[in-house]
């Protein structure tokens, strides 16, 4: 029961990633179809500017706008910064420019990156042109990037019906962020203790309840627990389920029983598997102990020590 | 309009900002804040009438990472709360509306984000429009020397001068303990030209965080409250190519509304991460050069995401508190380029 040391900080890899699936709306449809054949189009705002890229309610007034213009593949780069360090996922990965480029026929721009040899190579005003992806699938990663054109342009623009066979509906837009998890020191000091097959709490100097896992604090006193406290190994079922559905990739027949585990000298359930006990037998009150396996982190599941039940008065406030 | 009830800022607190605080969750980088204007102002969590927090689970990489934090404010019984999945400066606003309506008399506001876990430039990505950007993967720095490129391009300000802010903020930071970069920084090689390293916010992870009472009760627990005379908070369109990259049309309106331009101000804390942002704001607020810009160093000198605005407005508070300062803007930003912006006016009485 000595005040917790600071542990040797714990880290892992932590990465989140998911493929967004996105329906599109008429206009942007539209848009990145018509990218996907080589057309660029835009869309005419309540103000009578032409908006590329195409939006499909109006900036300033909120109103629906659907009426499509057809305009240039080149344009005019209206800002610039020189990416000399490209990063994952950018459109190129060489140096690069990022552009905003204000094509033909267009009164607002487009991000995108410019494939120039370097800083020296871009100026705001300079002409470029849209290279195009070699496969194209509708999405704005059909433009590959843009390149330097020496054309003025031809600045002409006309309407589109935005009708092509085919029409991309929805976009997958793939975000993957890499993190390097660290717990934080109370829960650092769980996961150590648990390498040695014990489970701690902290107790909180206030209340003096004793959570588990520990989180560093008491949510009832909003103060931080220090004082350490070894529990278990035996506990108290409080409650439990009959879990009747198979989990994917999960090697567990069913019907097994989940149960929330009052571990002795914890106010606060724990929740895990329990085996050993026929699944219909189990109850509120039975005394369980862990069951570990080799090389585990934590205990596989719960199995009943053969002790009498526990009185329903001793574990009551933890239901 | 002047707001129904008087609402003032009585305590401030914030963390050491620091590059990384693995040794710390979330929740235990926050509580020390929690107590530390708990303290200030003698109330216990059982006071505190509305709770309010920002932070965000992309930085965290975990859904609903904040119902951690929550563990340090003594969520039981039960307690009236709210998050925004934003800055605390919104989660201050959502508290002074709360305070408004009379239902609370008090409320604790606090924010936090630890960046170190991952690459907030990354991050920062996924905030962008899905259809038309994410899938480029700009990251903050890139979108920002766009607008700083723009602002060359313009004439409002060249590579020295944005040195100059940076420098400027740097040595105000020399006063601040919390800071994380003071004194004297390299301005540094090109991280995307023309924002040098110097050009841009440290990155970092802190905490943040306030209490606000209302009318008499904020006399009661502070000598010198910081009244809120306005706030407001606009946004501008999400398409970057449709804005005028060198204005900030968002943060003037919000400062009319709050009612900045009614009467000089002494102090501004303004939420400007990169060099370029400050010199938009400074003109869109229609700062001059006898005004105290970025006191504290501003975001240059430490930039916890999700707290760094709501720090914005402790720290013009604080000035108030210490008679440094009579009346005082605050602005916080969030979102690509100052997309979105939040101005509040706070001004303490004659002594």
């Known amino acids: 029961m000595a005040s917790a040391p600071s542990p040797e900080v714990l880290r892992a890899p932590l990465v989140v990633e998911f493929p967004f699936t996105r329906s599109l709306g008429p206009v942007q449809s539209a848009f990145l179809t018509g990218l996907r054949e080589r057309t660029v189009l835009g869309v005419k705002a309540t103000d009578g500017r032409t908006l590329v890229p195409p939006v499909e309610y109006d900036p300033v007034t909120a109103d629906e706008i659907r009426d499509l213009v057809e305009i240039g593949t080149t344009g005019t780069v209206t800002t610039w910064a020189w990416n000399h360090e490209p990063r994952r996922g950018q459109p190129l990965d060489r140096p690069f420019a990022w552009v905003l480029v204000q094509l033909d026929g267009a009164d607002t721009a487009l991000l995108h990156a410019l494939d120039v040899p370097g800083p020296d190579a871009v100026s705001t005003g300079m002409r470029v042109r849209i290279r195009w992806a070699a496969e194209r699938v509708g999405a704005i990663t059909d433009i590959a990037c843009f390149e330097a054109d020496e054309g003025a342009g031809s600045g002409e623009s006309g309407p589109h019906t935005g009708e092509f066979s085919d029409p991309v509906t929805g976009i997958i837009a793939a975000a993957r962020l890499d993190y390097t998890y660290a717990p934080g020191r109370a829960q650092t000091a769980y996961i150590k203790a648990l390498s040695e097959r014990k489970t701690v709490g902290e107790r909180c100097p206030s209340c003096h309840k004793v959570y588990v896992p520990p989180r560093g604090a008491c949510p009832t006193c909003g103060v931080a627990t220090t004082e350490r406290v070894e529990v278990g190994p035996r506990g108290t079922v409080t409650t439990y389920c009959i879990v009747n559905i198979k989990a994917k990739n999960l090697d567990i027949e069913v019907p097994y029983v989940y149960a929330h585990i009052a571990l002795d000298g914890a106010d606060l359930a724990l929740h895990a598997r329990i085996a050993g006990i026929p699944y219909d037998q189990v109850r509120m009150g039975l005394r369980v102990e862990p069951v570990w396996t080799e090389g585990a982190r934590f205990p596989d599941h719960y199995r009943p020590t053969g002790e009498p039940d526990a009185d329903y008065d001793t574990y009551k406030e933890l239901v | ?351």
């Open chain 2, 1 to 351: 309009m002047r707001p129904v009830r008087d609402i003032a800022i009585v305590a401030f607190g914030q963390t050491d900002h620091l590059r990384s605080t693995d040794e710390l969750s979330e929740v235990e980088m926050l509580m020390p804040v929690l107590h530390e204007v708990l303290a200030a102002t003698g109330l216990k969590t059982s006071d505190i009438g509305f709770t309010c927090s920002g932070s965000s689970d992309y930085l965290a990489g975990r859904a609903f990472s904040f119902t951690m934090a929550l563990d340090g404010v003594g969520a039981w019984p039960p307690i009236s709360e709210s998050h925004v999945e934003m800055d605390g400066a919104w989660a201050l606003y959502e508290a002074w509306t709360k305070l408004l309506t009379g239902e609370a008399d008090t409320a604790l506001v606090y924010s936090y984000g630890k960046s170190s876990p991952g690459s907030v430039r990354d991050v920062l990505t996924r905030q962008l429009d899905p259809y038309y950007v994410a899938p480029l993967w700009p990251d903050s720095v890139a979108l920002a020397a766009l607008q700083a490129q723009a602002l060359i391009d313009a004439g409002d300000t060249d590579e020295p001068a944005l040195a100059g802010v940076a420098a400027r903020s740097r040595e105000s930071a020399a006063a601040n303990s919390h800071a994380q970069l003071s004194g004297s920084v390299p301005q540094g090689d090109y991280l995307v030209r023309p924002l040098r390293t110097g050009d841009c916010p440290p990155i970092g992870d802190g905490a943040a965080a306030v209490i606000l009472a209302a009318g008499d009760r904020a006399r009661e627990l502070c000598e010198r409250p910081a009244w809120i005379r306005g706030i407001d908070h606009r946004i501008e369109a999400h398409s970057l190519g449709v804005r005028d990259l060198t204005d900030s049309p968002s943060s003037r309106l919000a400062a009319e509304r709050a009612g900045a331009f009614e009467r000089p101000v002494d102090t501004a804390e303004l939420h400007a991460p990169f060099t370029s942002q400050e010199v938009v704001l400074r003109k869109a607020l229609k700062l001059g050069d006898d005004v105290a810009v970025n006191p504290s160093g501003g975001a240059l000198a430490a930039n916890p995401m999700m707290a760094a605005g709501l720090i914005r407005l402790g720290e013009a508070a604080a000035r108030i508190h210490r008679g440094e300062s009579d009346r005082a803007i605050a602005h916080a930003t969030s979102g690509p380029c100052l997309q979105q912006n939040l101005v509040a006016v706070l001004e303490g009485e004659p002594s």
